[in-house]
């Protein structure tokens, strides 16, 4: 009955030439300032002045120019990396930073939303992200949210997949660096350039409205030439979601307790797995983000310049889940009708009765989320006679919250539901709820069984400083240049968190809805599927948010128990998940370059990092001593040391054709939440469990081995094939641990209890083996409008990635590493002139692991294979305007999900969007 995904892939990659990726996401990047053969000279003069005159020249790039631009940055690279360059001002080939990244060789995106969400590196997700080279962090988090980051306003998208010695550390998946525009890149003059934009999604059924304007100028004076811009952006994406899915597949609980969910269960069921909760559900909203990059570069000689540079990125959200939800596992309840899935132990179908109420009800959710990031960077750059100095330093601050509020509801007089959770209303099989015996369109059979408030939040300062310094050795000899220097940071963090919960009873029943503060707004929703549509009551979002204060009073006067609780205007910090740290770090390095000719030219480069981490964080433990909480602060120190050597070797056998070689390694640290010295326990319970942070964490490693054969032809022409092998350690898991008699007597426990620790913990290591091909052309030798076409091609397929993980590898897929997908490939056809372009792109992704389910791995969550086909076309009727149509997900793929690498149970499927959008570009 199940499909097997990879099957399609021979057809994949047989029609890809036919489809599609972004012409301008296929290729290279940020290259540093290195020599380039003698042999290769002419290219090298070509690719510089070509370079010139696109950075003197901001009008139209389009899409063979921003081809061009990426291959010149992978052909001139040291290290292994790949770009997405800019069509023109404010025009990325897609809307945002993930999905034009999708189209980049090996690597790999998650949707979400309405847009693309986390990416993949090489089957790896541990990325770090820079600004202009810049580390940036948001919150507490040791990244960006690359999706918060407009499209409009950047110049390009770098993927480093290996790293040099003069980097920053950090991400062993590897960089992504956005590079945003700078002044001196823009003509002599006065430069306006702007976009407006209209996109409509046809799940949500409105349009998402988005704007940018850039204005710069360059000039000449007295004191050298001077350059400002200022470059703003402001989207707002609407989004909606419908999604079936099913949830934490387990063996029924507790045998031998006469009131525990097992004893229901007819004797030969008693091993059964059945998942704990099936739903239906809508997540829906939409996401402000307002950006603004301010730019003054001054540049008195043609031996120094100086960069001042100050940005802002912010993310407003409102996003609304409503779902209607049936517990299958619950105390109390009894179990008929059931049906196993072939494999004789997972249950298809159930039937759950309860006189006293089946578990289910309705989960309604209104979050608002906020972003603020503000970035300052100040650059010195001056050469002499042999010697470069670049010295800079950054302030970055930035702070993230979120609020929320939930109603969990439940219909009156429910005795009877039944669950199948293979049913035929989607094609690969989902979850169908049916309750038995109770009318869902009536208001009056809904009561409020609990109500929740939530608040946390983060803030950041960081402040860093690095100087680089490059001495020119000799032009002919093996070192021609030295390049050393050194780097501090420091970043101060906070987090708060708190939550409350009210139970509001009326006569000792649940609170009838209509009678709930906003109660007199409930409305109908749900979700169709299949031509089947199921709806039912809640309290839309905004209203119960308009009326929390009258619904703080209600809980006070419905539930004595936690009136206290509800008496502040937010919820009380959860000490257990605050916490305040301090973290330094020093880096220091140095790294040659060399050439040489062995009959063809050969150079690279050949160093080491330095880097110390120390700091300092501080949260609070607390347990239970006779029925009062002590609370006691909690402090907790650090320190890593990581040696990071890094080699490459560039073997330019003619002036079209080289093989790239590389060595290099890096270091992920773990999150400063997971580090945080916290503990909560109650030492009464028989077998007490221990909730804690684990400072002891140990940082993850990798050592990465690349190869890259790489041909390049006439204009944006490329061919290369890459080969890449990577050993990482100390992955993340986390788990719970048994611990023997006495071995939780520093928590407070009685030394005669045995008990657990519940934390996150390092496992083994991880080992990734892939290889990545790619291909691009235009026609240039045919003739007439022919010459105008052109195409793209790239796949990538990991044959390895594997991660050891603590527990047998007993069933398939055991070890799989998450996030990795064996196959993905895209392919783009596309035409290009300087009034007319058009393009259509293809996306594959083979299913791979998205979650380890640890009460039963064997179970764990996996992502079937997606696809997408997008299209757009730019007509230029005058030199200074662009108008645009472009489409995404044409053929209305949905995403859909399983347990278990063989799809032992359906989980579910997402229901994703199309969008239409219309644009129009201007540049002055």
């Given at each position: ?43 090298a ?21 921003s ?6 940055k ?32 090996g690597?790999?995106?998650?949707r979400?939303?309405?847009q ?17 080279g ?6 507490d988090?040791r ?8 499209a ?9 997949k ?19 525009r ?5 003509k ?24 940018s ?33 099913s ?17 229901g ?41 100086f ?27 009894t ?20 006189p ?22 100040f ?6 006679d ?20 939930e ?15 293979d ?6 099989g ?16 809904y009561?409020?069984e ?7 939040g ?13 001495v020119?050795?000799?032009?002919e ?12 940071n ?15 009873r ?12 906003g ?18 009551y ?20 419905t ?6 609780r ?41 160093g ?8 300092d ?6 347990r ?15 320190n ?6 890094t ?9 079209k ?19 945080r010295?916290?503990?909560w ?62 071995g ?5 426990v ?37 010459k ?11 044959f ?5 993980w ?23 056809l ?7 372009s ?19 791995p ?67």
């Amino acid at each position: 009955m199940r499909r097997r995904p990879d099957t399609r892939i021979a057809f994949i990659i047989k029609v890809a030439a036919l489809a599609t990726v972004s012409a301008g996401a296929l290729t290279a990047s940020h290259a540093l300032a290195q020599e380039v053969p003698q042999a290769d000279s002419q290219a090298a003069s070509e690719t510089s002045e070509a370079s010139q005159d696109r950075a003197a020249d901001v009008v139209v790039v389009g899409i063979r120019g921003s081809i061009d631009t990426a291959n010149a940055k992978k052909r001139n690279a040291k290290q292994i990396v790949d770009s997405v360059v800019s069509e023109d001002v404010g025009k990325l080939p897609d809307n945002n930073v993930p999905e034009a990244l999708s189209r980049v060789t090996g690597v790999q995106i998650d949707r979400a939303r309405g847009q693309g969400q986390g990416v993949t590196i090489r089957g790896m997700s541990e990325i770090q992200t820079t600004i202009n080279g810049n580390q940036t962090n948001l919150g507490d988090g040791r990244a960006l949210d690359l999706a918060d980051i407009p499209a409009e306003l950047l110049k390009s998208v770098d993927v480093y997949k290996t790293r040099s010695a003069d980097q920053v550390e950090g991400g062993i998946a590897g960089t992504v660096n956005v590079e945003l525009r700078r002044p001196l890149d823009l003509k002599k003059g006065l430069t306006v350039a702007g976009s407006v934009r209209g996109s409509y999604d046809d799940v949500a059924e409105k349009i998402s409205p988005y704007a940018s304007l850039l204005v710069g100028e360059r000039f000449d004076t007295g004191i050298g030439e001077i350059g400002f811009l200022l470059n703003g952006s402001w989207t707002k994406t609407f989004y909606r979601e419908t999604y079936i899915e099913s949830e934490s597949p387990d063996i029924v609980c507790c045998p031998g307790d006469p009131n525990s969910p097992n004893a229901g269960l007819p004797a030969q069921y008693k091993d059964i797995v059945l998942p704990y909760r099936a739903q239906y559900g809508q997540e829906f909203g939409h996401v402000t983000r307002p950006s603004l990059n301010a730019v003054l570069q001054w540049r008195p000689s043609d031996r120094l310049d100086f960069v001042f540079e100050g940005g802002y990125i912010g993310s407003r959200e409102k996003r609304s889940v409503n779902k209607l939800y049936a517990l299958n596992r619950e105390w109390n309840s009894t179990y008929s009708n059931i049906q196993l899935m072939p494999d004789g132990q997972t249950v298809k179908s159930i039937t759950v009765s309860n006189p006293n109420g089946v578990p289910a009800g309705i989960d309604s959710l209104y979050n608002s989320f906020h972003s603020d990031l503000y970035t300052s960077n100040f650059e010195v750059h001056w050469h002499g006679d042999g010697v470069q100095i670049n010295s800079t330093a950054q302030y970055n601050k930035s702070n993230s919250g979120n609020y929320f509020v939930e109603q969990i509801i439940r219909p009156v007089g429910l005795t009877s539901m039944t669950v199948d959770f293979d049913s035929d209303r989607y094609s690969g099989g989902v979850p169908s709820i049916t309750f038995n015996g109770v009318d869902m369109s009536n208001v009056n059979n809904y009561g409020v069984e609990r109500f929740q408030d939530n608040r946390g939040g983060a803030d950041n300062e960081e402040f860093a400083a690095q100087t680089d310094i490059t001495v020119d050795l000799t032009r002919e000899g093996l070192l021609r240049t030295f390049q050393f220097g050194a780097r501090y940071n420091q970043r101060i963090t906070n987090r708060w968190y708190g939550y409350r919960d009210g139970f509001p009873r009326v006569n000792g029943t649940f609170a009838p809805l209509t009678q709930f503060p906003g109660g007199s707004q409930a409305a109908l929703s749900g979700v169709t599927l299949g031509g089947d549509t199921t709806e039912w009551y809640s309290i839309p979002g905004p209203v119960v948010l308009d009326n929390i204060d009258a619904i703080r009073a209600y809980i006070q006067a419905t539930d004595p128990g936690n009136a206290t609780r509800f008496a502040s205007q937010y919820p009380p910090s959860d000490r257990g998940q605050t916490f305040g740290s301090h973290e330094y770090s020093f880096a220091a390095y140095g790294q040659f370059n060399y050439g040489f000719d062995i009959g063809f030219p050969v150079d690279g480069l050949f160093g080491v990092r330095y880097v110390n981490t120390w700091g300092d964080s501080s949260s609070f433990s607390y347990r239970l001593v006779n029925g009062a909480e002590v609370v006691e602060q909690s402090n907790g120190r650090g320190n890593y040391v990581d040696l990071l050597p890094t080699a490459t070797a560039i073997l330019h056998f003619t002036p079209k054709a080289q093989l790239r070689l590389s060595y290099s390694s890096n270091v992920q640290r773990p999150s400063f939440y997971d580090m945080r010295p916290f503990y909560w326990v109650d030492p009464n319970a028989a077998n007490p469990v221990v909730y804690a942070g684990n400072p002891n964490l140990k940082a993850q490693r990798e050592h990465a081995f690349d190869a890259s054969a790489e041909y390049y032809f006439g204009r944006g022409g490329a061919v290369t094939l890459a080969g890449y092998y990577k050993k990482a350690s100390n992955y993340f898991y986390y788990d719970r641990q048994d611990v023997p008699i006495g071995g939780l007597t520093e928590y407070g426990v009685d030394p005669a209890k045995s008990g657990f620790i519940e934390q996150l913990r390092n496992a083994g290591g991880g080992t990734f083996v892939g290889i990545e091909g790619s291909a691009q052309t235009f026609f240039d030798f045919l003739p007439g409008m022919w010459k105008n076409f052109g195409v793209s091609l790239n796949a990538s397929h990991i044959f390895k990635a594997r991660v050891e993980w603590p527990y047998p590898e007993d069933f398939p897929g055991a070890f799989d590493a998450l996030n990795a997908s064996k196959w993905t490939v895209n392919a783009a056809l596309f035409y290009d002139t300087p009034q007319f372009s058009a393009r259509v792109a293809y996306n594959y992704r083979s299913p791979y692991r998205l979650f380890i389910w640890t009460a039963r791995p064997e179970y764990s969550f996996y992502n079937d294979e997606t696809q997408r086909l997008d299209a757009a076309i730019n007509f230029t009727p005058f030199k200074f305007v662009t108008l645009s149509l472009e489409g995404t997900n044409l053929l209305g793929n949905n995403t859909y999900r399983y347990f278990g690498q063989d799809n032992l149970l359906p989980l579910g499927v997402r229901l994703q969007a199309r969008t239409i959008q219309a644009s129009a570009r201007f540049r002055f």
